[in-house]
């Protein structure tokens, strides 16, 4: 498949932002589009200016975009994390996320990047989750979002949201699922073999 035709999706990497909730879809999705490449996807991470970022645990990531010389997005992945408490208040930050609402056919977000929606605006009348601890600012931001405190992630056609950290793994096979197929998507859990047990 031609480089042209193949399907983009934009991981958003910016400082403080919670490991897990980039690095984790970033395992089904990478697993997903190294290994299947016929189903004509690939994705990749960015940053505001393309530098590297220090996340919220000190791990410190590269991006391979600034979101100057980003391509075309198909899927937007917009992480949590303590990094997007000063977004709230970020205009410029929510005007760009406003924007890619406008281009993106595809929003998704994990943790409390939908906070950063629901700033933006994107989530007003709609279903949406996010971290258990954050469900009340959620409301905050707007009194007009269905808020799901139960759900793992909420898939609200255009719009997908994930509830903390490690639920944004469950929302990413579940990407996998509706953009290829539910067999595609127990072929990445089973070869990132993910198979939660906890043990406590």
Not at 173 to 182: D, F, I, Y
């Amino acid at each position: 498949m031609a480089q042209e035709d193949t399907r983009k999706i934009g991981i958003l990497l910016f400082p403080d932002v919670e490991e897990l909730d980039a690095i984790g879809p970033w395992e089904v999705l990478s697993y997903w589009t190294r290994n299947f490449a016929e189903d004509g996807w690939r994705v990749f991470c960015f940053s505001a200016d393309g530098n590297p970022v220090t996340c919220a645990k000190g791990l410190t990531v590269a991006a391979h975009h600034a979101m100057a010389d980003l391509p075309a997005l198909d899927v937007l992945l917009h992480p949590g994390g303590q990094g997007t408490r000063p977004q709230l208040g970020d205009e410029r930050h929510l005007e760009w996320v406003r924007a890619q609402r406008r281009s993106v056919p595809l929003m998704t977000s994990v943790c409390t990047g939908s906070l950063v929606y629901a700033a933006a605006g994107l989530l007003a009348g709609r279903p949406a989750t996010t971290h258990w601890a954050s469900l009340d600012r959620l409301t905050e931001l707007d009194p007009t979002i269905d808020v799901r405190p139960d759900e793992r992630f909420v898939d609200d056609g255009d719009l997908i949201t994930s509830a903390g950290v490690s639920a944004g793994i469950d929302m990413a096979l579940h990407l996998v699922a509706r953009l290829a197929s539910p067999e595609r998507a127990r072929q990445v859990r089973r070869g990132i073999q993910y198979d939660p047990r906890p043990p406590v």
